[in-house]
């Protein structure tokens, strides 16, 4: 049996609600794709079972890809925000890490588990955004 949990947003006020439509239970994040510059400007998540979020945000450029194996798991987002989401960093069991955005923000948000706490993961994002990410915040799954 597992629970799901919601930890923020994080961002400034603006663009409008979403929250992702998660797939069955037993589901990992397969990879995030995230569209940035400056700002954090679109997000989406495919999960293992080859079903993907809707595209949050509008970036317009190629995304950059965050592939995570099959024995890993998204455990932990951070970054810097004012206005908008300016910075993400995502962060793995395993240790992979890589961050998105640019450099400003005066405000930090993070959101972890215990990575080696295997039963709680990352599975999904919800926050606000218009043509960009305005605000983040995750939904874990927690095994019981």
Known sequence: ?????????????????????????????KEVLVWYEDTVEAIQVTWSDNSKSDKHGKGNANPTSFTLRDDEYLVSI???????????????????????????????????????????????FFGRAGDVIDAIGCIFSVEK
């Open 1 to 29: 049996m597992s629970a799901q949990m919601k930890c923020g947003p994080s961002g400034g006020i603006g663009g409008e609600n979403f929250v992702d439509t998660l797939p069955p239970t037993k589901m990992k994040i």
């Open 78 to 124: 951070s970054g810097r925000y004012g206005k908008s989401l300016d910075r993400i960093t995502l962060i793995t069991t395993k240790g992979q890490e890589k961050s998105f955005g640019g450099e400003g923000g005066d405000v930090e948000f993070y959101y972890n588990v215990d990575p080696t706490y295997s039963q709680a993961h990352i599975i999904g």
